[in-house]
């Protein structure tokens, strides 16, 4: 016989027992997103904040009617591929690709499902790469938010050259094993032949390459950077500040973060505001709408942020009329 005490006992730790469980299969029940990026979580922070933001907007919170499972590639973007397939054999409701690294993860995600929602962000074309159809119209399973930072090169040459005037010469650095090096690097020889300014390429594929690009620049006498357009370049802004700031070396990065971290200047759409646009898609997504729904977002600005501490650092002055033209002034 179980004396009433006995049972009562053993009814709470019955309960105790059963409510975790209950919250448990209660999460387990709530649609799954998986983020996926060539970042790593310490150089996304502000990146996955957005992201949050943008889901927020449709009514999604993490932990309350949506999970998030988060897969990081730490900068290696031959782990994605990998990632994405873990991500579809758990059966996420969509997996948004982006937060740095995002032209390769989303590719990686394309190729690991043709039925599970992917929302996108890219710095270059995404229908040259094969992601989408058309802009517009996409068809099948992707949509997502572009910014052409590989096609604005042009542009931050210009930029740099309006602050570097008596340089004769400008060195350039891409990832050769970036898509869309190749034509960015065309781009801006076009534009270098076009305004008369000597340019020299060089190439980084890893942190021990971007510190040989600083001593062959150097050894070189050029009189400023232009760092191309790439999400591995990206998660390394703070090294490449950091060189610059050690070798007195004008530089210009495609995101904001770059000045922020003491580069010299940036010049490209809002990589945030990007991410918030994916959050808000990944959002509507998992409310009912479909991929060939949501046209693929275009960026409608472009900032230019200069460190006005990191050129007087570097001695140098900053025309009025290029500040003038700044969207930030880092004091």
Known sequence: MIRRREFITLLGGAAAVGWPLAARAQQAALP?????????????????????????????????????EFRWAFGQSDRLPAL????????????????????????AAKAATTTIPIVFTSGTDPVRLGLVHSLNRPEGN???????????????????????????????????????????QREVEEAAHTIGQRITILHARDGKEIGTVFETLVGMGAGGLLVCADPFFIAQREQFAALSARHAIPAIFEDRD?????????????????VRQVGNYTGRILRG???????VLQPTKFELVINLKTARALRLTVPGSLLALADEVIE
Not at 32 to 55: M, N, T, Y
Not at 258 to 267: I, K, Q
């Open 142 to 184: 992707v949509t997502g938010v572009t910014f052409f930072s590989a096609a604005l090169g042009p542009k931050r040459l210009g930029l740099l050259r309006d602050l570097v005037r008596n340089s004769d010469l400008i060195a350039v650095v891409l990832n050769p094993t970036f898509p869309d090096a190749a034509r960015e």
């Open 84 to 107: 994405a397939a873990d991500l579809v054999d758990r059966r996420v409701s969509v997996i948004a690709a982006t937060a740095g690294g995002g032209t390769a993860a989303s590719l």
């Open 258 to 274: 770059f000045a922020v971290a003491g580069g010299l200047m940036s010049y490209g759409a809002s990589f945030p505001e990007a």
């Open 289 to 295: 709408e479909k991929p060939t729904e949501l046209p």
């Open 32 to 68: 799954a997103i998986g983020f996926l990026s060539g970042q790593s979580p310490e150089s996304s922070a502000h990146l996955v904040a957005a992201f949050r933001r943008g889901l927020q907007e449709i009514g999604y919170a993490e932990g309350r009617n949506v999970t998030i």
